[in-house]
């Protein structure tokens, strides 16, 4: 989609230049107004995570973000980080055809491990196979996390730098990068990238929260072990509570709900 800078954003702003005789791929954003949706998202879920979570998962999603812009447009991601100190789980998602970024924390029932595990998923278009890799990194600074992915994964160099007042930048290398310069800025560098160094602007997108979680889906998710046994579903109940497991957002599925569900999946 082509760059149009006179048109209004709806989102996050992030921005996409060439740092020209550097070959570098400079990425910045904005992303105050995807953390308001954030927590406005954690306000309507009645959600509360403690400070260490919620820091470390609002710098994923930045990291994250940064990420998704320097994709192609019609990709759709997805990080986990298994950390085990602070022992759990970050997951985001994006939807690289909306601009859509989601994700939520996992507290509950985490697997203790011998090392910390960063697992990217990617499907190059909706539908297509899924591909995974897999590293492991030190340390619980997401920043540093997702530079490791990209060494270990990508292998690219990466560099992460958070601004200040929730703008953030992502410095990717390409071929023929110049490494040394790359490994050597500091932010007041990237601060100054504008003044210092020839920029060619790729492309301006906006990002924003949403998961499109929805009861339909829900119900999907769930229809596999209701077709089995739908009592051992719902018991003696006529409704459960099920959290969407990318945004931890609460459905009320009924019973009624599930059996016509099943019943018009089956015309």
């Known amino acids: 989609m082509p760059d149009s800078t006179s048109e209004p954003i709806n989102g996050a702003e992030v921005t996409i230049d060439f740092v020209r005789h550097r070959n570098v791929l ?4 904005d992303l105050s107004p995807l953390f308001v949706d954030y927590y406005l998202h954690l306000a309507d879920q009645k959600l509360k995570a403690g400070p260490v979570p919620d820091r470390l998962l609002k710098d994923l999603l930045a990291a994250f973000a940064l990420y998704c812009a320097s994709r192609p447009r019609n990709e759709h991601l997805a990080w986990t980080l298994g950390l085990q100190d602070p022992r ?3 997951f985001v998602t994006g939807d ?18 011998e090392r910390n595990v960063f697992y990217s998923d990617l499907m190059p278009r909706r539908g297509a196979e899924k591909r995974r890799s897999v590293v492991n990194f030190e340390g619980a600074d997401i920043f540093r996390a997702a530079e490791a992915y990209y060494a270990g994964s990508e292998q690219r160099i990466a560099r992460f730098f958070d601004v200040g007042d929730d703008h953030y930048a992502l410095l990717i290398s390409h071929p023929d990068c110049d490494e040394a310069w ?5 932010l007041a560098g ?3 990238l504008a003044e210092t160094e020839t920029l060619a602007r790729i492309e301006r997108r906006a990002y924003r929260w949403n998961c499109g979680c929805t009861q339909q889906k829900i119900m999907g998710a769930l229809a596999p072990v209701a077709r089995d046994d739908l009592t051992a579903l719902f018991h003696d109940d006529e409704s459960i509570h099920v959290q969407c497991p990318r945004c931890a957002a609460m459905h009320i599925i009924t019973r009624e709900a599930m059996e016509a569900f099943l019943a018009a999946a089956k015309q």
Do not use: M
Not at 103 to 110: C, K, P, Q, S
């Open 88 to 90: 759990l789980n970050l």
């Open 96 to 113: 690289n055809e909306d601009c859509t970024v989601a994700g939520r924390i996992f507290t509950e029932n985490v697997r203790e491990a």
């Open 182 to 186: 790359l490994r050597g800025v500091d």
């Open 26 to 29: 400079l990425v910045r954003g």
């Open 190 to 192: 990237v601060k100054a």
